[in-house]
């Protein structure tokens, strides 16, 4: 009896070991992980040189993790079993109540200076820009409106501490919409995406509400066919952690009932389209790039109205869902990704007439961006 | 390599067993050498030559005390041998410690060399060490063999990380071993034992350490440095221990048998007990080679006092080359020396649980003087312990930190006791053979999937904002 059982275990254990190798080596090797949003390693060649110097190895055991079977399965495995015991915090995220994603954002994270000279930066182009309508929008991060919805006593950065130093700081030179308490007052609504840190349509449509009350016009939802583009969105919180059962997002389009015809160029007139949702890339993974097909270093969207108002935008991620509520109040809108534009900005204000500008950032983002002082240095 | 990587797991252990085992007897030490040089080539390949040397060395230095009839000349071998295995060590690991000492001191500035640390120097020059000093005394006789002696020096399993096998320990295993199934099984298990402590239970229990010691010490309250404090002292054991238990498992796969390394040390009731129980090969090392030789305790208490502190002071700088390691090994040797004196006296009169509470006291705290290189953040952690720092008690993040980690912290006091000699352990054991055997392997697998799951998550690598 004990002969046969040690046998079984001893063969079992050796032939997992040889199935498992085998498996990556046969099995074709996968180009590109779209959870992790990248591309895998693949088999590397080996030559004398690299692995003398070691580089062979350390590329080889890339490619043995990237490629190891049912890899998200086993990712996911761990993800259960740290939610078994307990854990709230996986991976840079918080896991909260209704099936709601936070990224994890602490008092550590928080980066004072950078986010004084990002805000120095601001206060230096408002100044020179003084015959322009400024104005700013920061939008919370979500755990700041739907903090109720937070792991009980998961440490989280005070975000108020950073609009208070923004809002304080610039002055009445550029108009300052502050969000929050319409946030606020809609938090029981779908205002962020459960599994993406980036906030909803409807999160975007008060936003754009928000500025729109201050300047004085009222904005009816009734004006806006809203329909549902996916159900099944999961996004890159999601993919932080890869929960097993996690929620899934839906994504709302907004189109205004009676909008001007427009068309939208990118990155400098490359591409050309004529509408701001891209449909095509809700088959995607990351199907937030629905809006406006993603980050652009620069795009512009020319409208038939001939209103003499030019609009410029410095944004990140979080404007792609807000910019489309702009189509019927500007002749040209554009907008500008900090991050990736490399042009002359001082050319490129002057060039296309612009008559107002708006900052649109996320908060978290605001504070740890590294591009915005490029503005301040013009 | 380290064994808990999917390049040894998969790679290397499934393709060097089966060769091991295809292959006759005879060729079976060549193989594991063969073996053990790509193991260690893998991290550096550069360095397989230092080992190298050290082989060759210790195997001539051996073969020439066992034949020369002069006793003179034995001595003089055997401490050329010591001389160059400590000028290795010392090379590689304490230069730039000296270095900057010395520039402190004379205001001298002289350049760090910035070597790095050949994996396992501190062990298998110990290894080598013993087995001289062995051969000097006596105790065994010179391997005659160079690969048999290769295989012993570079041999992976205890390479990396100990257990330090003294030659004496293995002699007889190395010319002749029997592999037999059972063994083969009863290392499986043992690695795969090993194998969950490091990936699952130290790594794990490790993020809760570092995430307390990621934010100010000044601010840090009672409550949740002393949850910092354990947290550490659960990472370095059972990822320490789980080291060893690999290294013990891979070596009855191949038919040999390491000596224990650890004992359940946070059972002890003494420090004098929890060193007995705690990296047992390096104590009976220290002990064998230098506390005997100087006196241990035979010439009057004086003299002990004085062992002590050398070999403690040793011990510490062993573990680092940096003044806390050497505090944190004075600092038990003063314990040890207060217990000899006259504290383990009374402690036979206290309650066991004052005891247990007294060791794990000091043992907590000595973690503390080990965890952190700059005196200053010892300083901070353990004011913050004790309240000094005025922070409170706990506060929001004790609670939420507790919440996440409550469970993991119950496994690991679980996992520290000795359930072996417990009913419960006898009542298992009673039961029908077959069914705990069956039962087991369907444990064993299913904390192998475990461990593996977490193996691959950890180089889940998520790069999700941008994409170029």
């Given at each position: 009896?004990?002969?046969?059982?040690?046998?079984?275990?001893?063969?079992?254990?050796?032939?997992?070991?040889?199935?498992?190798?085998?498996?990556?080596?046969?099995?074709?090797?996968?180009?590109?992980?779209?959870?992790?949003?990248?591309?895998?390693?693949?088999?590397?060649?080996?030559?004398?040189?690299?692995?003398?110097s070691?580089?062979?190895?350390?590329?080889?055991?890339?490619y043995?993790?990237?490629?190891?079977?049912?890899?998200?399965?086993?990712?996911?495995?761990?993800?259960?079993?740290?939610?078994?015991?307990?854990?709230?915090?996986?991976?840079?995220?918080?896991?909260?109540s209704d099936?709601?994603?936070?990224?994890?954002?602490?008092?550590?994270?928080?980066?004072?200076?950078?986010?004084?000279?990002?805000?120095?930066?601001?206060?230096k182009?408002?100044?020179?820009?003084?015959?322009?309508?400024?104005?700013?929008l920061?939008?919370?991060?979500?755990?700041?409106?739907?903090?109720?919805?937070?792991?009980?006593?998961?440490?989280?950065?005070?975000?108020?501490?950073?609009?208070?130093?923004?809002?304080?700081?610039?002055?009445?030179?550029?108009?300052?919409?502050?969000?929050?308490?319409?946030?606020?007052?809609?938090?029981?609504?779908?205002?962020?995406?459960?599994t993406?840190?980036?906030?909803?349509?409807?999160?975007?449509?008060?936003?754009?509400?928000?500025?729109?009350?201050q300047n004085?016009?009222?904005?009816?939802?009734?004006?806006?066919?809203?329909?549902?583009?996916?159900?099944?969105?999961?996004?890159?919180?999601?993919?932080?952690?890869l929960?097993?059962?996690?929620?899934?997002?839906e994504?709302?389009?907004?189109?205004?009932?009676?909008?001007?015809?427009?068309?939208?160029?990118?990155?400098?007139?490359?591409?050309?389209?004529?509408?701001?949702?891209?449909?095509?890339?809700?088959n995607?993974k990351?199907?937030?790039?629905?809006?406006?097909?993603?980050?652009?270093?620069?795009?512009?969207?020319?409208?038939?109205?001939?209103?003499?108002?030019h609009?410029?935008?410095?944004?990140d991620?979080?404007?792609?869902?807000?910019?489309?509520?702009?189509?019927?109040?500007?002749?040209?809108?554009?907008?500008?990704?900090?991050?990736?534009?490399?042009?002359?900005?001082?050319?490129?204000?002057?060039?296309?007439?612009?008559?107002?500008?708006?900052?649109?950032?996320?908060?978290?983002?605001?504070?740890?961006?590294?591009?915005?002082?490029?503005?301040?240095?013009? | 390599?380290?064994?808990?990587?999917?390049?040894?797991?998969?790679?290397?252990?499934?393709?060097?067993?089966?060769?091991?085992?295809?292959?006759?007897?005879?060729?079976?030490?060549?193989?594991?050498?063969?073996?053990?040089?790509?193991?260690?080539?893998?991290?550096?390949?550069?360095?397989?030559?230092?080992?190298?040397?050290?082989?060759?060395?210790?195997?001539?230095?051996?073969?020439?005390?066992?034949?020369?009839?002069?006793?003179?000349?034995?001595?003089?071998?055997?401490?050329?041998?010591?001389?160059?295995?400590?000028?290795?060590?010392c090379?590689?690991?304490?230069?730039?410690?000296?270095?900057?000492?010395?520039?402190?001191?004379?205001?001298?500035?002289?350049?760090?060399?910035?070597?790095?640390?050949?994996?396992?120097?501190?062990?298998?020059?110990?290894?080598?060490?013993?087995?001289?000093?062995?051969?000097?005394?006596?105790k065994?006789?010179?391997?005659?063999?160079?690969?048999?002696?290769?295989?012993?020096?570079?041999?992976?399993?205890?390479?990396?990380?100990?257990?330090?096998?003294?030659?004496?320990?293995?002699?007889?295993?190395?010319?002749?071993?029997?592999?037999?199934?059972?063994?083969?099984?009863?290392?499986?298990?043992?690695f795969?034992?090993?194998?969950?402590?490091?990936?699952?239970?130290?790594?794990?229990?490790?993020?809760?350490?570092?995430?307390?010691?990621?934010g100010?010490?000044?601010?840090?309250?009672?409550?949740?440095?002393?949850?910092?404090?354990?947290?550490?002292?659960?990472?370095?054991?059972?990822?320490?221990?789980?080291?060893?238990?690999?290294?013990?498992?891979?070596?009855?796969?191949?038919?040999?048998?390491?000596?224990?390394?650890?004992?359940?040390?946070?059972i002890?009731?003494?420090?004098?007990?929890?060193?007995?129980?705690?990296h047992?090969?390096?104590?009976?090392?220290?002990?064998?080679?230098?506390?005997?030789?100087?006196?241990?305790?035979?010439?009057?208490?004086?003299?002990?006092?004085?062992?002590?502190?050398?070999?403690?002071?040793?011990?510490?700088?062993?573990?680092g080359?940096?003044?806390?390691?050497?505090?944190?090994?004075?600092?038990?040797?003063?314990?040890?020396?207060?217990?000899?004196?006259?504290?383990?006296?009374?402690?036979?009169?206290?309650?066991?649980?004052l005891?247990?509470?007294?060791?794990?006291?000091?043992?907590?705290?000595?973690?503390?003087?080990?965890?952190?290189?700059?005196m200053?953040?010892i300083?901070?952690?353990?004011?913050?312990?004790?309240?000094?720092?005025?922070?409170?008690?706990?506060?929001?993040?004790?609670?939420?930190?507790?919440?996440?980690?409550?469970?993991?912290?119950?496994?690991?006091?679980?996992?520290?006791m000795?359930w072996?000699?417990?009913?419960?352990?006898?009542l298992?054991?009673?039961?029908?053979?077959?069914?705990?055997?069956?039962?087991?392997?369907?444990?064993?697998?299913?904390?192998?999937?475990?461990?593996?799951?977490?193996?691959?998550?950890?180089?889940?690598?998520?790069?999700?904002?941008?994409?170029?």
């Amino acid at each position: 009896m004990k002969k046969i059982y040690e046998r079984t275990a001893a063969i079992l254990f050796l032939a997992s070991l040889w199935i498992v190798l085998l498996s990556i080596f046969l099995i074709k090797d996968k180009e590109y992980s779209e959870n992790e949003n990248r591309y895998l390693t693949t088999k590397p060649d080996i030559s004398m040189e690299d692995v003398s110097s070691g580089k062979f190895m350390d590329t080889f055991e890339t490619y043995l993790n990237d490629q190891f079977p049912l890899r998200d399965k086993w990712i996911a495995f761990k993800t259960d079993i740290q939610r078994l015991f307990g854990k709230t915090d996986i991976n840079g995220t918080y896991l909260g109540s209704d099936g709601y994603l936070f990224e994890k954002w602490t008092e550590n994270d928080f980066n004072l200076e950078n986010l004084q000279k990002n805000i120095d930066s601001i206060k230096k182009f408002v100044q020179i820009n003084n015959d322009k309508k400024g104005t700013i929008l920061i939008v919370p991060t979500s755990s700041l409106p739907l903090q109720d919805k937070l792991p009980k006593n998961a440490p989280i950065f005070n975000q108020n501490k950073a609009f208070d130093m923004i809002y304080s700081n610039l002055g009445r030179d550029c108009e300052q919409i502050d969000i929050r308490p319409m946030l606020d007052a809609h938090k029981s609504e779908y205002i962020y995406y459960k599994t993406d840190h980036h906030w909803t349509t409807l999160g975007a449509y008060l936003g754009y509400t928000e500025w729109q009350r201050q300047n004085g016009n009222l904005v009816e939802l009734s004006d806006y066919n809203v329909t549902l583009a996916t159900s099944d969105f999961k996004g890159s919180l999601y993919s932080k952690v890869l929960n097993r059962n996690s929620a899934l997002d839906e994504i709302y389009i907004y189109d205004k009932i009676q909008q001007p015809t427009y068309k939208v160029e990118y990155n400098f007139g490359k591409t050309q389209t004529d509408s701001v949702y891209h449909l095509e890339r809700l088959n995607e993974k990351d199907k937030y790039q629905v809006f406006l097909n993603g980050n652009f270093p620069e795009l512009t969207i020319s409208t038939d109205l001939n209103n003499e108002k030019h609009l410029l935008i410095f944004k990140d991620s979080f404007a792609n869902a807000f910019i489309p509520f702009l189509l019927s109040d500007y002749e040209t809108i554009h907008v500008i990704d900090l991050r990736y534009f490399k042009g002359d900005l001082n050319d490129y204000i002057s060039q296309n007439n612009i008559t107002e500008y708006l900052f649109l950032y996320n908060i978290k983002n605001f504070c740890e961006d590294t591009s915005i002082p490029m503005i301040g240095s013009l | 390599m380290v064994f808990s990587s999917t390049v040894f797991l998969f790679l290397f252990l499934p393709t060097f067993l089966t060769i091991y085992y295809i292959c006759p007897s005879k060729l079976r030490n060549a193989i594991l050498f063969t073996a053990s040089l790509i193991f260690y080539a893998w991290e550096e390949p550069i360095y397989i030559f230092i080992m190298l040397f050290s082989t060759i060395f210790d195997y001539a230095n051996g073969l020439l005390i066992e034949k020369s009839k002069n006793n003179i000349t034995k001595r003089v071998i055997v401490i050329i041998s010591v001389i160059g295995n400590l000028s290795i060590l010392c090379f590689f690991k304490y230069s730039d410690f000296f270095i900057t000492n010395i520039n402190f001191v004379c205001n001298t500035n002289i350049n760090l060399l910035k070597l790095v640390l050949p994996v396992g120097i501190s062990f298998y020059t110990f290894q080598t060490m013993s087995y001289t000093i062995d051969v000097y005394r006596k105790k065994v006789s010179a391997q005659k063999n160079i690969i048999n002696f290769a295989a012993y020096v570079t041999m992976f399993p205890q390479l990396v990380a100990g257990p330090i096998v003294r030659y004496k320990t293995i002699a007889k295993q190395l010319n002749k071993r029997q592999e037999t199934i059972s063994g083969f099984v009863y290392g499986i298990r043992r690695f795969i034992i090993g194998l969950f402590k490091k990936v699952m239970i130290a790594n794990n229990i490790g993020l809760l350490w570092e995430t307390i010691i990621a934010g100010n010490l000044d601010t840090l309250p009672v409550a949740t440095a002393w949850i910092g404090a354990i947290s550490f002292s659960f990472q370095i054991y059972f990822d320490f221990s789980g080291y060893s238990d690999m290294a013990i498992g891979l070596g009855e796969m191949i038919g040999f048998h390491f000596l224990e390394n650890f004992d359940h040390p946070y059972i002890a009731k003494s420090i004098t007990e929890f060193w007995r129980r705690w990296h047992i090969s390096l104590s009976t090392w220290f002990k064998e080679y230098i506390y005997i030789p100087l006196g241990g305790s035979r010439k009057g208490m004086a003299k002990q006092i004085r062992n002590l502190l050398i070999v403690w002071g040793i011990t510490g700088f062993w573990h680092g080359a940096s003044w806390n390691f050497i505090f944190w090994g004075l600092y038990f040797g003063f314990l040890l020396i207060i217990e000899k004196l006259f504290l383990l006296k009374i402690l036979e009169k206290t309650k066991p649980i004052l005891r247990h509470l007294y060791t794990l006291f000091f043992v907590i705290i000595s973690w503390v003087i080990f965890a952190f290189e700059d005196m200053t953040q010892i300083a901070q952690y353990i004011k913050a312990m004790f309240g000094i720092n005025q922070a409170g008690m706990f506060n929001a993040e004790t609670l939420y930190l507790l919440s996440n980690y409550i469970l993991l912290l119950i496994i690991c006091v679980l996992l520290s006791m000795e359930w072996q000699k417990t009913r419960l352990a006898a009542l298992l054991a009673s039961r029908a053979k077959w069914v705990r055997s069956y039962f087991t392997m369907l444990l064993f697998a299913a904390l192998f999937i475990v461990s593996i799951s977490f193996l691959i998550g950890d180089t889940y690598n998520p790069f999700l904002y941008f994409r170029f």
